[in-house]
């Protein structure tokens, strides 16, 4: 059994236990002992080891505030801040603790005998304050508040807290919200409010706790436990006592759940315990869900008016508000390991339903990251694979390929890939764009062998979903390239984002081919249409490209304009990780080394280099022009080292892809620059000082003797730096050596 709530079997999956939202105490029996109704606490010596929290009392004991209000689900140490509150002021603190059914005249004669010598008879509100008063700078420290639930008994607490004067502070500690009037409270400054987010241990104050409690984890260790409790104080304290009981230190794979015995046995009685069946099936049943929302809760169980359910848990501390508005809750993740577990245990067969279902609901709602999740669990493949075909576009197109990434790899769990042809299209351009030339070539030939005419949900067809993948492809030349854009034109749907990449391949077949002005133009329309679709690294890629047509025209301002244009959609690092951001940062510290600004020129080719290994075949033009700009750029730099290894990357490219136009002499004439550079900083390198410090006097007016008399040395000295010069430079004369010395220093050589 989960807990006492969790009476009998959960119900068929499509049953609705809609029973009474709560369980009737079971009454005295007559050889039950009377149940008290109010305890006075003494300073508690809890079981579970606690640590110290003094910057919360601090916070505490330097406020203004008359009344703090510490409200949070068990097991976040209310109790323990009362505690150490009480031995902060010592004698002056006045504390009780609430039990179910008391009443006024209870808490009233509980606040007075524990205030000091009462007179006979039970007290009213008036003498419990004349008697807190009495003393000096009285605290009454008021535990466990939800359970007072009498309507006298909250009258009397609201009537102590409204009447008590300036000189006495309240602590009302609580599960739920408190029944005092918080908000007048609050308005007028006199409220301090401590919640959970308050009541957290921090990474010092967990490692405290465990070293009290004989534990022992390392800082990586100590993290892991932190994020997985979320600081939760009880369940900190719950995993240092599992950890002293394991024989052994605790390895990397040892993970702390809700589903540990004595985290287990917590839930059960201190969370859970006392639950409805309807509260008990919506928590487990919902326990596949990351997050709980009414209507989604709803759809998956299936019932109705969930939405009051969760908020009623949520009062009682069951479940976590996710927004202000209370409308989105979750559990906490130990909680939720618990119900997750229970589920699988005693219900395995009705999980993909529930998977299924809220997948439904949230392509219904417009939330395909969510559908797609739930449809993967859910292990219906049809399903899966009708969301993935209707949400990869989209998904891809405002840059988020590692998703897509991960959806595809889902999909290539099936054994009946050939269903799916559209989604195959969508795969092989994923994995090229994470740079998996494999995977995507073998996800395309399936596309091409599985290929049946049709029309997808979008309104493309086939046949242009299959022409696009082509295009982009580049396998056929640079005519059939451009020939299979304008197929995927016609064929797309107006909605598809897919068409901006159309008209942009279709540029780029037109820059190949020598057209510069088609080009662009057809890269311009390409900037409005992914401009319009949301896709900015789309958009980006292609004001690059105008850039190149522009730097081939040597229209050298609109290059800076475009290239600014460009890496200002770039910026704030959405896009970073996203291939066609190679050649954006390529251009950009080309920009950046015209304009003089190497640091810049530096962190863009440190993004540029970090993408090459996404730069493949698989996508071969932009990827080749990407290598191209970077290796320009390393070469201005002086980095002819990388600028090489780079260059080759950019050569095996056009050979796995050949007759891509006049792209193999790019290469090629950036394949020489580099050489170039190369033997250029080898001479420079074999130049003595003197000789470089002869060469830049050379294309001075002074003659060798007056170069003698500058440089102190004699003519003849001058004579034999100069001869030896000439042979390292590989020049005969004057003139040449000084031609040859200002390109070696304008490359920084």
Known sequence: MLCRGFRGSVQDVDANPHESHGSSPRPLA???????????????RPTLVVVPRDSLLDLVMSSSA?????????????STVLAQWADRVGDDAVRVTCRPGTDAGGLLAAVVAAAGPADPGTPTVEQAVRTLAAGPARTLLVDEVQALTDPGGLDALTGLVDELPATCRVGLASRSGLPVATARLRVHGELLEIGPDDLVLDVDEAADLLARAGAELDLEALGDLLERTEGWPVALSLAAMALREQSRRP????????DDRFMRDYLRAEVLAGLSLRDTSLLVRCSVLDELTGPLCDAVLPTWSSGADLERLAARGVVLPVDRGGERYRCHPL?????????HRREPSIVPHLHRRAATWYAAAGDGGAAIEHAHRSGDKALLAGLVLEWAQRTWAVGR????????????????????PAVAVHAALTFALVGDPVRAERWSDLATRAARPGT????????GTLAYLRAIEARAGVARMRADAQEGWE????????RATMRHTEGLAALLDGDLDGADALFAEAVDLATASGAEPLAALALCERATVAAAQRRWPAVDALVHDATDLLRGGRYDSYWSSALVHAWAARVALRSGDRDDALAHLGHALALRPLLTHALPVVSTQALVETARALVALGDVQSAASVVRQAEDVVRRRPGLGDLPDRVTA??????????????ADALTPAEIRLLPLLSTHLTFPGIAERLGVSRNTVKTQAISAYRKLGVSSRSEAVARWETLAARGA
């Open 30 to 44: 007559a050889t039950d002992p009377p149940a008290p109704t109010l305890r006075r606490t003494p300073a508690p």
């Open 66 to 78: 008359r009344v703090v209000a510490v409200v949070a689900p068990a097991g976040y140490g209310k």
């Open 251 to 258: 390895g990397p794979h040892d993970v702390f759940t809700g």
């Open 335 to 343: 909680l939720r390991d618990l119900l997750l577990a229970e589920l």
């Open 401 to 420: 390929v590692d998703r897509v990434r991960r959806w595809m790899t889902w999909l290539e769990e099936a054994t009946d890939l050939d269903t799916f």
């Open 456 to 463: 997808l949900p979008d309104g493309s067809t086939v046949e």
């Open 491 to 498: 064929g797309l749907s107006p909605a598809s984002p897919f």
């Open 670 to 683: 950036v394949h020489t620059q580099v050489r170039e550079a190369a033997a250029s900083t080898v001479l």
